[in-house]
Each structure stands twice: as C-alpha cells, then as structure tokens.
C-alpha cells in the first residue's frame, strides 16, 4: 500500500515536471526574436526582483521618444571613439548578455550605470546599479573610495617603504595593487551609459585608471541605453 | 637699523605679494576646472528632462517601450482607466500589436473620446 502510494506520488511529480518542461518550450517557441544564438532569453537579478531580459517580439516595433534622435548638440554630446583607450576593451550587447549570465549572476562582477541620477531614474538596463561618472573620476573623495570597495578594490592602509620599494622593483608582487589601493580581488566591471553621443561613462573609466584599477577587468559598452532600446531590449525602472 | 627695518618691510611686502598672486592663479585655475565641468553637467542635467521614463517590462511577452512622456496622461495610467471602465473592450486592446496600441494611445492624447477609441480597438481588433 505504502509502495503503491510512493508510485502515485512519483508519477503525479513526473508528469508535473513535463508539463512544466513542455510549458517552458511552448513560451520558448512562441519568441521570434531570440537574444542571441539560441537563447531567446536570459533573466537577470535586479534590485531583488527577476527580470526576463529579451527583444521586443512585434516585427513591426519601432523606436519612438528620446532614444531614437539622430542628433543632439555635439559639443557636448559628440560621438564618441570606439576605444576609450586601448588597454580597455569595447564590448557589444552580446558580451553583455554573457556577462550577465555569467559574471553579474556570479557575482563576480557588476555592470555599471555611470550616467547621472536624474537618467538612471528614468530606466536603466536590468542588472545596473547607478555610479555616476561624477563620483567616480573625483580620486580620494569618501564617495570615490565607497565606490572602489563596492568594486572589490581594498585600501592598503599604510605601506611601508620598503614594500613598496620592493614593488617597484618586481621583487614582491605588485599586481593590481597602487600606493593606495589593492586591486587584486577587484570585480570585473562594464560601464556604460547613454550611447554613442554619451561622454559620461568614458569619463569614469578615465577616472578608474587614474586611480590605478586595472584596465584588463574594465569593460565599455559603447551602445549604452540607446543601442539597448534600438534592439527592443527589456529596460527597468529602479524602484517600480 | 633703520634701513634694515625698512628691508625687512619692503621682502615682507615682496613676498606677500607673491602669495596672493600664487592664490589668485590656483582660484583661476580651480575655477577653469570647476566651469569645465559644470557646463557639462548642466548640459546633461537638461538633456535628462526631456527623456520619456522607460517603462518596465518585467516577464511579460514583449520586451521594453517607452510607455510614457512626461506631461499629459501616460500610456499606463490610459491602460488603467480603460481596464476600469471597460474590460472588454480592454481585453481586445491587450491583443493588438504594440504599435497599434501606442497609435491608439496617441489618438487618446490627441482628444479623441472614449468612443471614438473603443471603436478603433474593435476595428483594429476585427480588420
């Protein structure tokens, strides 16, 4: 009797299971406009809350509102060089699509908002958290320094002399490591912000390595807010 | 000892002199950085405002839109009242296209009546 009652139980969750399978690949099939590859879609942690990061399905959709000008008064809103500088890389959607799924949910690294409150009140890219550009090329200010231990960057206190010396000459590792800062543990990062046009983002990679944070865990996504909702992307709305 | 006073006096001078210009030129240069930035930071404080808020899209079936604008009634709060008011006729708007639904939306803002707009949901809907 008991065994009979296991069986019912194990074939009742079997059956929900593929039910919850096929449910899954009917939603998936529905999507007509995959991500990338195969993948139609990929969901990302923000703000606490799941959210489905996919392409707009109707083929008929077209950017409307403030994303989708051609021009804004350049200066200041210039288009901006593919490489901020050399040593960091650019990136597209895709790699932050990897990056999300990979580093971000991993928490091995964090995509960035460097664009000003007042823009990232208005949407932001799911996953995000807002560092303004302000914040982060003012090297030394208590706000700078919040920011740099949010990245993973640990203040070395007082380093003596000689350690540095040391350093200096390679006789003791100074990997990611500044007078001030220890990098070694540092995440790695995506900065990003309005666009093409959207000088705020290379301005904080500017201001990260000044500060010494090692450009190869840097990362630019040039095509910011504006390529991101050309593609019909998911956006949020922080605290909505 | 006189002149020797009046020594002293004029290299105090002298160099008193020097420090307020060292000050004056380290005011001018803080105030180039400072009016470097500001500008730019106006600019893009001013740019902000006239950006839509990007509604969100969280597990829905279409991915993000801008739903709303800054004055007049947003595409939510137009989506809220109809559901309201109107369910059925809501029903049917939930399953037309995005785009139709935005140009819907746009007629609303425009003024047209509740009627008007229920009409053009069933004939978008039917044709």
């Known amino acids: 009797m008991k065994r009979l009652y296991c069986q019912i139980v194990t074939v009742f969750f079997t059956m929900l299971s593929i039910q919850a399978i096929a449910d899954e690949q009917a939603v998936d099939s529905k999507i007509a406009v995959g991500l990338s590859g195969e993948k139609p879609y990929i969901h990302v942690i923000h703000e606490g809350r799941s959210v489905k990061v996919q392409r707009v399905q109707d083929p008929d959709y077209e950017l409307k509102g403030y994303y989708a000008k051609t021009a804004r008064k350049c200066p200041p809103f210039c288009l901006q060089p593919m490489q901020v500088v050399s040593s960091v890389a650019t990136i597209g959607e895709v790699e932050v699509f990897e990056f999300m799924e990979t580093k971000l949910r991993d928490n091995k690294g964090l995509l960035i908002d460097a664009r000003t409150s007042e823009w990232y009140e208005r949407g932001t890219i799911p996953g995000s958290i807002n560092i303004p550009f302000t914040t982060l090329s003012k090297d030394g200010t208590a706000e700078n320094d919040a920011a740099l231990a949010i990245f993973g960057g640990k203040p070395r206190g007082e380093v003596g002399a000689l350690s540095l010396k040391l350093e200096e000459m390679g006789l003791m590792d100074s990997d990611d490591k500044t007078e001030k800062w220890d990098f070694s543990n540092a995440k790695e990062i995506i900065l990003w912000c309005n666009g093409p046009e959207c000088g705020q983002s290379p301005r904080a990679i500017k201001g990260l390595l000044k500060v010494g944070y090692p450009a190869n865990k840097i990362f630019y996504y040039r095509g910011g807010m504006q390529l991101w909702q050309l593609w019909g992307l998911t956006t949020v709305v922080p605290g909505e | ?127």
Do not use: W
Request: glycine share 6%; with cysteine; aromatic share 8%.
């Open chain 2, 1 to 127: 000892m006189a002149t020797q006073t009046i020594c002293f006096i004029r290299m105090s001078g002298i160099r008193l002199k020097h420090q307020i210009s060292v000050l004056l030129v380290m005011c001018f240069a803080v105030q180039l950085v400072v009016a470097d930035e500001d500008p730019y930071l106006s600019a893009i404080s001013s740019e902000a405002a006239k950006v839509e808020t990007t509604a969100p899209v969280l597990d829905g079936d279409e991915g993000s839109a801008i739903e709303s604008t800054a004055d007049g009634p947003s595409m939510h709060a137009f989506e809220g009242d109809l559901k309201a008011r109107y369910m059925g006729t809501f029903t049917f708007y939930k399953r037309l296209p995005r785009r139709a639904r935005e140009e819907i939306f746009e007629e609303y803002k425009g003024g047209a009546s509740i009627d008007e707009i229920r009409k053009k949901i069933m004939d978008r809907f039917l044709n």
